[in-house]
Structures are given as structure tokens and as C-alpha cells.
């Protein structure tokens, strides 16, 4: 299972709820050994509110204040150990303190000590515990606890297999707009696992997913439009075909490159069809390799140098990170 770590806009610490600015009657309230004055100081050195960013002084000031028990200042300094932020990365200083936090009721901290439990990182590594801190988070809203505790349930991880608890949690999730979650409840929906059987509401959250950019979504729509009998659609599975191949996703690459070739939903082009066949056999799709060595006997030499050495720059050029390409 894929842990998905929060990407903190910003600024990896900052509390968006939380509004402060650098004041004298602050810093003296700080110096006095007020916790909540302490924690603020630190979020406007943090931020840089009323006074120059310093992440050395924001750490600083929530170890003063999370020393007093300030849950919200054990969290932040939770994430400068786990960030690097103040102070060296330390993940076993960083478990430490978000347990602290973790156990005051703070969902975020119970979100990041599951991870942590789940991954191994600053503590010995606990699948059951991992679960437990998810189950704490997720119950308090939070939408990425609720997704993971979804996967536990869907494939046992932690707990024993429950299709409902899976649906119940992806759904939470999914109303909340996590991708994920509304993948794995197409998937669900799809299957008939904990729920009945429902084409129209696994369709309905796989493209949920697709328009959020959830490769496996794309392609499983591409897929659909361009195989179900009843509903199918070349045009429709052409597009979210070309969305999954340009995020580098290699069937979704070779579906296309079929497509061109045989001009379902597009018009015929063996160049282009050579392209996707060539990014698909490179980002390690088998029956690719065979299909371009077909379609590249309809080209011309210069045709089809133009297109290798178009290949060849977006390899030499690859940036993990990029579209088109899963690997180089």
C-alpha cells in the first residue's frame, strides 16, 4: 500500500486556521512562558508574519511551548523533526512528539503516527498500530486517515478483510474528494465487494477519479468506452486514453498507439501510432515491441527517424516527475 504523505502548500507547517502576527506584547508573553504565546511566536516566525521567516526561532519556540503540553506545538515540532525544519530531520524525535500531540486528540499528528507505524520510520514498524492511530484520525474527519483505513480493510492490512468497512471509509473519503478513495470505491462498486453491484456508480467514481488525474482511473475509463458493448464510445476512449498515456501510464500508451492504427475514435495515423507504440515499449509494455516493429514497415526512413530522434530528446531529457515516461 502506498503511503500518501500530505503535501503542505506553503509552508509545511502552517496552521491555516491559526491567524497571528510578530508583536512586542507577543514576544514578552512568549519570554513570560505563556504556552499559547510561545506556539504563536513560533507559527509568526514560521510564517513570517510581522517579521523576517526564521525556521531556527519557529522550532525553537514551539519546543518551549510543546514542552508545556501544547498539543498544536508538539505537532509543528513533529514536523520540523520529520521535515528537516529548525532541526536535522529526525523521525524518531518526530513519533515522539507526534504521539504526544497524537494522544491530546490532534487528527493530523494521529494521521502522521499511523504513517509512521505503517512505514517503520522512527518507530518499530506495526501494521495493527499503523490501523489503530488511521482508525483515531479518520473518525475525526480526517480524509486521507479514512482512505488508508479503507485500503486496510479492502486488503487486510491490519485488520481482517471487511468489504463494507471498505466501502463505508473509501466513501467518506471520496465525498471528501480524494482520488484514491473514489478509485477504490469504483472498484468496489465495480466488483460487487460489500455493496451490490452498480455499473453506473462505479462509472460515476471512476471518472470522479479520472478528472482528478488518477492514471489507473483513465485508463480504466479509456478501457471501457472502448470495449463495453452497450456504452461504447471510441471519441471518449480516446480521450481519457490520451490523459493516462500522457502521465506515462505504458497500456494506456499501447491502446493508443491501437487506436491510431486502426482509427477507432480517431483518424488512421501510423505516425503517431509508431510514437505511443515506441513510449509504450519503453516504459515497458511487451506486446508494444511488436507493434511498432509492425507499423514502423508503413513508414518512410525519414518518417520514422523523425519520430525516434523525437524519442530520443524526451529521453535524454527526462526528469522524474515528467509525463510520458513511467522510467527511462
Request: glycine content about 10%; aromatic content about 12%.
Amino acid at each position: 500500500m502506498v503511503i500518501l504523505w500530505v503535501l503542505v502548500i506553503a509552508s509545511i507547517l502552517v496552521v491555516v486556521s491559526k491567524e497571528v502576527i510578530y508583536s512586542e506584547p507577543l514576544v514578552k508573553a512568549a519570554q513570560s512562558g505563556y504556552a499559547e504565546a510561545q506556539f504563536d511566536l513560533g507559527l509568526c516566525f514560521e510564517r513570517g508574519e510581522g517579521t523576517e521567516i526564521n525556521y531556527i526561532e519557529a522550532a525553537k519556540w514551539y519546543q518551549l511551548s510543546a514542552n508545556q503540553g501544547h498539543a498544536k506545538a508538539q505537532e509543528s515540532l513533529g514536523d520540523c523533526y520529520a521535515y528537516g525544519i529548525g532541526y536535522k530531520k529526525d523521525m524518531e524525535q518526530a513519533a515522539k512528539w507526534y504521539s504526544l500531540a497524537a494522544e491530546q486528540g490532534e487528527k493530523e499528528s494521529q494521521y502522521m503516527l499511523g504513517d509512521c507505524y505503517y512505514s517503520g520510520e522512527g518507530v518499530t514498524q506495526d501494521v495493527v498500530e499503523a490501523t489503530k492511530w488511521y482508525r483515531m484520525a479518520a473518525e475525526q474527519g480526517h480524509e486521507t486517515a479514512q482512505y488508508l483505513l479503507g485500503v486496510c480493510y479492502d486488503i487486510g492490512e491490519g485488520v481482517k478483510v471487511d468489504n463494507s468497512e471498505a466501502v463505508k471509509w473509501y466513501t467518506l473519503a471520496a465525498k471528501q474528494g480524494i482520488g484514491e478513495a473514489q478509485l477504490g470505491l469504483a472498484g468496489l462498486y465495480a466488483e460487487g465487494r460489500g455493496v451490490q453491484q452498480d455499473t453506473k456508480k462505479a462509472l460515476f467514481y471512476f471518472q470522479k477519479a479520472a478528472m482528478q488525474g488518477i492514471v489507473e482511473a483513465q485508463y480504466v475509463l479509456g478501457m471501457f468506452y472502448s470495449e463495453d458493448t452497450k456504452d461504447k464510445d471510441y471519441k471518449k476512449a480516446v480521450k481519457w486514453l490520451r490523459y493516462a498515456a500522457n502521465q506515462g501510464h505504458a497500456d494506456s500508451q499501447f491502446e493508443l498507439g491501437k487506436c491510431y492504427t486502426n482509427g477507432s475514435g480517431v483518424t488512421i495515423d501510423y505516425q503517431k501510432a509508431y510514437y505511443w507504440f515506441l513510449l509504450s515499449d519503453i516504459n515497458g509494455n511487451r506486446p508494444a515491441n511488436y507493434h511498432k516493429q509492425i507499423i514502423s514497415r508503413k513508414l518512410d526512413d525519414n518518417n520514422r527517424n523523425r519520430i525516434e530522434r523525437r524519442i530520443d530528446d524526451l529521453v535524454e531529457n527526462y526528469e522524474p516527475g515528467s509525463v510520458i515516461f513511467t522510467k527511462t
